[in-house]
């Protein structure tokens, strides 16, 4: 038995063990190269597996050796190998995350780590008993590492199968807080998954047109509705807000650096001398500003890069920074 077939055994053992999976339920798959990928059989128990139920397929989903049949999920692994930077791929039915998709359109985590590691999570719907559809989660999975299909399980991709299951382990302990919350308080939280720090609603407050992303107007824009903002202007004094952030488009090697003065923004400087240096391409940077994904999980996740700075030190501000972008994410850019 070859290593990366001991490997795929013990994870499928492990998230049978966490009860993430049961019977014969989920499947789990990688890539071996460019063009080939190990996948679970079709009615593969994940806690039980052995090497004969791997299948070693190629980029069209047909298994390299004769008489075996990979998974009935096939397609969607595909698809979302095609669609992202994936090199694992975790597809369970955690109980918890299942229950709670049936009465919720996404998931707000409750704590910092699960808000920085997994974010708001997806829930996308479904009817039918396999994924017939994947382009809607595809998509959800260039910004999000793990998301939740309606009434189905959870989709997790990593660069290892660890981090696949750290994530879809994660999300099931997450969503069992959210359970303990609700029934602490009495009442179940709203139906749409949003806590209660409310996104800020663009509304009449948003400018006529759309900006160039990272032109000078751009980035006059979010410093004026930051300093405008209550709640930032707050969390900063509570915070000591005082250091100065760069913003660094790499395609166009353009830099801002925002300074703040116990929560206050005084100044914008093109140029990047900031204490702290956050980097991206254009792709990345449009997702953020346009509320796809969360600029501290996209820094997780390595879309934006922290180059200078540490993220420790970063992440005592994370309250301020955080209504900071979602202030900004109100502001329409090309």
């Given at each position: 038995m070859v290593k990366l077939d001991r490997e795929i055994i013990r994870w499928g053992k492990l998230l049978f063990e966490r009860r993430l999976i049961s019977g014969w339920g989920g499947n789990l798959s990688c890539r071996l190269g460019k063009n080939q990928?190990?996948?679970t059989g079709q009615h593969a128990p994940l806690g039980f597996l052995t090497p004969k139920d791997l299948v070693r397929m190629n980029g069209e989903g047909k298994a390299l050796r004769k008489?075996?049949?990979?998974?009935?999920?096939?397609?969607?692994?595909?698809?979302?190998?095609?669609?992202?930077?994936?090199?694992?791929?975790?597809?369970?039915?955690?109980?918890?995350?299942?229950?709670?998709?049936?009465?919720?359109?996404?998931?707000?985590?409750?704590?910092?780590?699960?808000?920085?590691?997994?974010?708001?999570?997806?829930?996308?719907?479904?009817?039918?008993?396999?994924?017939?559809?994947?382009?809607?989660?595809v998509e959800e999975l260039k910004y999000h590492p793990v998301v939740i299909i309606k009434g189905h399980g959870t989709v997790a991709i990593g660069k290892t199968f660890q981090e696949a299951f750290l994530l879809t382990d994660l999300l099931e302990e997450a969503v069992h807080c959210q359970f303990f919350k609700e029934r602490v308080n009495g009442f179940p939280a709203a139906s749409n998954g949003t806590d209660s720090n409310?996104?800020?609603?663009?509304?009449?407050?948003?400018?006529?047109?759309?900006?160039?992303?990272?032109?000078?107007?751009?980035?006059?824009?979010?410093?004026d509705r930051a300093n405008q903002d209550s709640e930032f202007r707050a969390h900063g004094a509570e915070t000591g807000l005082t250091t100065s952030l760069t913003l660094?488009?790499?395609?166009?090697?353009?830099?801002?650096?925002?300074?703040?003065?116990?929560?206050?923004?005084?100044?914008?400087?093109?140029?990047?001398?900031?204490?702290?240096?956050?980097?991206?391409?254009?792709?990345?940077?449009?997702?953020?500003?346009n509320n796809r994904i969360d600029a501290f999980l996209a820094t997780q996740q390595?879309?934006?890069?922290?180059?200078?700075?540490?993220?420790?030190?970063?992440?005592?501000?994370?309250?301020?920074?955080?209504?900071?972008f979602a202030i900004w994410q109100t502001i329409p850019v090309q």
């Open positions: 990928f190990l996948i008489n075996q049949r990979a998974s009935s999920e096939t397609p969607m692994h595909l698809a979302v190998y095609a669609g992202t930077d994936a090199q694992a791929i975790v597809h369970v039915h955690p109980p918890m995350v299942l229950a709670f998709s049936l009465t919720h359109e996404s998931f707000v985590p409750v704590s910092f780590e699960e808000k920085y590691t997994i974010g708001e999570v997806p829930i996308i719907p479904q009817d039918t008993p396999t994924v017939t559809k994947p382009e809607k989660f409310q996104r800020p609603n663009a509304g009449s407050q948003q400018e006529s047109g759309r900006f160039a992303l990272f032109s000078r107007e751009h980035m006059q824009a979010l410093v660094l488009l790499d395609e166009a090697e353009s830099a801002w650096t925002v300074k703040f003065i116990d929560g206050a923004i005084t100044a914008l400087d093109h140029g990047d001398g900031g204490e702290f240096m956050i980097s991206g391409k254009a792709e990345w940077w449009n997702a953020v500003f390595g879309k934006l890069k922290l180059k200078r700075g540490e993220l420790a030190q970063l992440s005592r501000w994370y309250k301020p920074f955080q209504r900071a």
